[in-house]
């Protein structure tokens, strides 16, 4: 069941941000100026992607930026959180 888990939290974002694209790839035309970007963040960066898209359309400015930070710590605590369950992976 955990892992389960761990996969649905971790695919979930991708693939929620490539079925966006699929579905609205005016949006991310509009937010991103090359097609680099948006791919690097969906596989690095997945929330922080799908937050920029969300509220980028006109720029991010006031509370958008609330948005945006805490995208970059959700993506910043899943890296985080794998070394921290992989601590003790390779002690002998």
Do not use: H
């Amino acid at each position: 069941m955990c892992c389960l888990l761990a996969v649905i939290l971790f695919l979930g974002p991708r693939i929620g941000a490539i079925l966006w694209w699929f579905f609205s790839p005016l949006r991310f035309d509009l937010v991103f100026n090359s097609i680099l970007w948006p791919i690097l963040g969906i596989i690095f960066a997945p929330w922080t992607t799908l937050a920029y898209v969300a509220v980028g359309v006109d720029g991010v400015t006031g509370l958008e930026w609330v948005l945006i930070i805490i995208a970059i710590l959700v993506d910043l605590s899943s890296y985080g959180g794998s070394a921290y369950g992989n601590r003790d992976t390779f002690k002998r």
